[in-house]
């Protein structure tokens, strides 16, 4: 037997008896298997995102990549601290129920089972903003963050909100949470409105006020959710953050506070998907690019750490069996906290049937418990880094990130993006690659395009707040005027993926008498009146042997 440890090191060599195979020797065994004559036959395995970025069937080491650094430090790749969330991630819970009384007796039962902190939706079909100091009478409110979520309402929100924590006698540098001022992500929402100028003052003035007497509490938020829910790619969404970001700094420092002080009042919100290894990339590219706007601003403290805030994908919800969005909200949790997001909203699994009921809220709460207390997820800071796939996919979603703020920055501003048009054309043809991807069944919804369930009973809730909407949430369309475009896509609406063209190819449902097929269930057998060009059927594919 030979010796199996180094000479000098005494590490313990694997394999030390057998020859080391080399990437000549593997790709000679890929391309006997897809009997490929090509020099590089391991590139008819690759796959391609959304952005155009090719992802390799295999990673090694010989590849150069930038060094991701240390938690805690710039460029903050591996994490805002340097500690981590080894005691869990924030856990955030949306609440938005037009009953002051009942949106109150759900918050209790959330803090009561594991829930930290409360996002709260304000404002028309929401929870009323001067219902706020009811909404939180049982509220802890130097204990628990509150993140308020008001679109144009947000001054009145805040002043409401500071007053009910002045009047029970809360101490300022107790308070912590995010006052939710975002008039860039109501623009993209709504479209311009004649005050967003006056509204990015407003938002500015709130950010001076918050550094000045409330060390806890952040003003602003960039949230990208509206890019995302619009089709937007993980690339485009990340540079719309960014974007926003800026024109806030702008704001900030033209209202005379720092530049540290500036960033340390802003905080990111960003969609977390069932695609785990694009999720964690996401999050950890948006902190690498992030840190490099504080490093073009000479920011060099800790606040050029992007504060992020995860929430599960609500375009990947589906309507029709439900379940599989428990599945999915898991998925996109554990990559959210992997990613090393500071907070993280799981979205019920029944939301985009209607009003959640409260076994789907505490299955939602319920996640992070099984995956910090149970699977330790959070024992280790960043476990995902040094894999030299999700190494070389977070460089790679950098540069394709930066490269959209760029182009949105040279039209203006994200403002001035949004106000021409360049955003909303962007990403309208981002969704309509998208829809076309999931009409082909290039992409997989299951349950829905794939293995749905036959004589499904659909689950039935109250009607939701949000105003229901169909597969046209997932669309950039003019805004209110002929020189101006918006982003429209109502506030947290999925789009639904139930809805599919007439498709060639072997449905799982296709053998299925048409007595027995579910009502909704039959675009892939029967044919609209008039089709939507993008829905062309595509190639058939060769049918799978029953």
């Known amino acids: ?13 694997l394999a030390a008896e057998f020859p080391a195979a080399t990437r000549q020797q593997w790709q000679s065994l890929v391309a006997k298997v897809l009997k490929s004559t090509s020099e590089t036959p391991e590139a008819e395995l690759a796959t391609i995102t959304s ?13 150069g990549r930038p060094d991701p650094g240390y938690p805690g430090q710039s460029p903050f790749v591996r994490g805002r601290t340097a500690a981590g969330h080894r005691g869990g991630w924030d ?22 089972g594991g829930v930290s902190s409360l996002w709260l939706g304000l404002g028309a079909g929401q929870i009323p903003v001067a219902a706020l100091p009811e909404v939180l009478a049982e509220v802890y409110l130097d204990l628990a963050p509150i993140v308020l979520d008001a679109g144009e309402q947000f001054t009145e929100a805040a002043e409401v909100f500071l007053a009910t924590a002045a009047e029970r006698g809360v101490a300022a540098d107790a308070l912590a949470g995010c006052l939710g001022a975002d008039p860039l992500g109501t623009m993209a929402r709504d479209g311009a409105g004649p005050d967003t100028a006056a509204a990015l003052d407003a938002a500015a003035a709130l950010a001076v006020r918050c550094s000045a007497g409330f060390p806890g509490v952040r003003a602003i938020v960039a949230d990208a959710l509206p890019f995302h829910e619009a089709g937007g790619t993980d690339a ?16 900030m420092r033209a209202a005379g506070l720092s530049a540290d002080a500036a960033f340390g009042q802003l905080e990111f919100r960003y969609a977390a998907t069932a695609d785990q290894f694009t999720t964690i990339a996401k999050l950890r590219a948006a902190r690498r690019a992030w840190a490099r706007v504080a490093q073009q601003c000479g920011v060099t403290s800790d606040a050029a750490g992007q504060r992020q805030h995860a929430v599960s994908s609500w375009p990947m919800l589906t309507r029709r069996d439900p379940w599989n969005n428990i599945l999915r909200a898991t998925l996109a949790c ?4 992997v990613g090393g997001a500071d907070a993280v909203t799981a979205v019920p699994f029944d939301a985009a049937i209607g009003q959640p009921d409260r076994l789907a809220r505490r299955v939602a709460r319920n996640l992070h418990a099984l995956l910090v207390e149970e699977s330790h997820v959070a024992a280790v800071i960043d476990p995902a880094g040094g894999s030299w796939y999700v190494e070389d996919l977070t460089g790679q979603l950098a540069r394709h990130a930066w490269a959209f703020f760029q182009d949105i920055e040279r039209s203006g501003g994200l403002r001035a993006a949004l106000a021409s048009g360049f955003v909303s054309g962007q990403l309208a043809a981002s969704c309509a690659a998208r829809r076309d991807a999931v009409a082909r069944r ?5 349950g829905v395009s794939e293995f749905p369930a036959i004589g499904e009973t659909l689950l039935s809730r109250p009607a939701a707040s949000r105003p229901a909407s169909g ?16 982003v429209t896509v109502r506030t947290r609406t999925p789009a639904r993926l139930v809805r599919r063209p007439p498709l060639p190819w072997r449905c799982s449902t296709a053998r299925v008498p048409a007595s027995r097929r579910p009502t909704g269930c039959g675009p892939c057998w029967r044919r609209p009146a008039s089709p939507p060009s993008l829905l062309a059927p595509g190639p058939p594919r060769t049918p799978r042997p029953a």
């Open 442 to 446: 290039q992409v997989t919804v299951t």
């Open 236 to 251: 485009q969404e990340v540079g719309c953050a960014l974007a926003a970001g800026l024109e806030y700094l702008r704001a």
């Open 51 to 63: 952005d155009g970025i090719e992802i390799a069937p295999l990673y090694v080491a010989d590849a």
């Open 471 to 486: 597969p046209g949430d997932c669309r950039a369309s003019a805004g209110r005027s002929g020189t101006r475009s918006s």
């Open 334 to 337: 554990f990559s959210a906290g």
């Open 91 to 112: 856990v955030r819970q949306r609440h938005e129920h037009p009953d002051p009384a009942v949106a109150r007796e759900q918050i209790t039962d959330d803090l009561e």
């Open 1 to 13: 037997m030979s010796d199996v440890t180094a000479p000098d090191s005494g590490d313990l060599v």
